[in-house]
């Protein structure tokens, strides 16, 4: 069992950064897949980012990137996701996830993720 929980989420005008942080408790899990997804309204839960926190692979949406970037501190157990060159677009509930045992193909898929945070608002003005 693993809980999770985000923060850092802001309301900042375009062009601003912003660092999201996941911290996770519960169990170890070294083998594990983390990632970012996303929930504008009226719209599906939209993959970001994800990583592997046993290993140094990241994946990324095209949409993002190039202006985000997805780390983690294993000694903290902690992931983030600095975005920078935020467009109203971006504007979301921000989720952080972790499951195990996903493979590469399925890496960017929500249904694949067992754990989940409770969400942090990033609101972005034109």
């Known amino acids: 069992q693993v809980q999770l929980a985000e923060s850092g989420g802001a309301l900042v005008q375009a062009g601003s950064s912003l660092r999201l942080s996941c911290t996770a408790s519960?169990?170890?899990?070294?083998?594990?897949?983390m990632g970012w997804f996303r929930q504008a309204p009226a719209k599906e839960r939209e993959f970001v980012a994800a990583?592997?926190?046993?290993?140094?692979?990241?994946y990324y949406s095209d949409s993002v990137k190039g202006r985000f970037i997805i780390s983690k501190d294993n000694a903290k157990s902690t992931m983030y996701l600095q975005m920078n060159s935020l467009k109203p677009e971006d504007t979301a509930v921000y989720y952080c996830?972790?499951?195990?045992?996903?493979?590469?193909?399925?890496?960017?898929?929500?249904?694949?993720?067992?754990?989940w945070g409770q969400g942090t608002q990033v609101t972005v003005s034109s």
């Open positions: 990583l592997r926190w046993g290993g140094d692979s990241t």
């Open positions: 996830a972790a499951g195990a045992y996903i493979f590469e193909s399925t890496i960017k898929k929500s249904q694949m993720y067992r754990y």
């Open positions: 519960g169990t170890t899990f070294g083998s594990q897949a």
